[in-house]
């Protein structure tokens, strides 16, 4: 098992590599092993009518359900690369507070499953499940989106 402090800072020197994803100001709140969940302040991704820019929402998301598919990787011992295949997201409510997101595997997903196909065939599919809530209760916005992950040789 990995070191969660140490794997979250190289996580968030990953993220902060990445001029785009600096901009954003976002941050690596914490990661419980199979939850991660990053943060932005609302004042970086403020659109014309007050709330959360929706491509902003968009990009935390994405990044939320690589990091959380990174890290447990990591956890298992796996190099691989990560790219998103396809996603769905749904604007549910506007966002008038900071962003926040947490990720997580999809209920139905098969973790080992997914290991054993990308240990014994080189790459795997996995679908993950990430939300922004709102601060009242509810969700804001929902990502569903399937990675793939190719192993490093």
Not at 17 to 24: E, K, L, R, S, Y
Request: with cysteine; net charge negative.
């Amino acid at each position: 098992m990995i070191d969660h402090a140490e794997a979250l800072q190289r996580l968030d020197a990953h993220y902060q590599a990445m001029p785009p994803v600096a901009a954003m100001r976002l941050r690596v709140v914490d990661y419980d092993g199979t939850h991660l969940r990053l943060a932005a302040p609302l004042a970086a991704h403020v659109n014309d009518k007050g709330c959360a820019f929706g491509g902003s929402l968009g990009s935390l998301l994405t990044l939320a359900a690589w990091g959380v598919l990174h890290l447990r990787l990591e956890d298992a011992g796996v190099d691989a690369d990560i790219f998103v295949a396809d996603s769905t997201l749904r604007f549910l409510a506007p966002l008038y507070d900071d962003l926040q997101a947490t990720a997580q595997l999809a209920a139905a997903s098969d973790w080992d499953g997914f290991l054993a196909a990308l240990r014994n065939r080189g790459r795997g599919r996995i679908e993950l499940l990430a939300q922004v809530p709102l601060a009242g209760g509810g969700i804001a916005t929902e990502f569903r989106a399937r990675y793939v992950a190719i192993a490093r040789r």
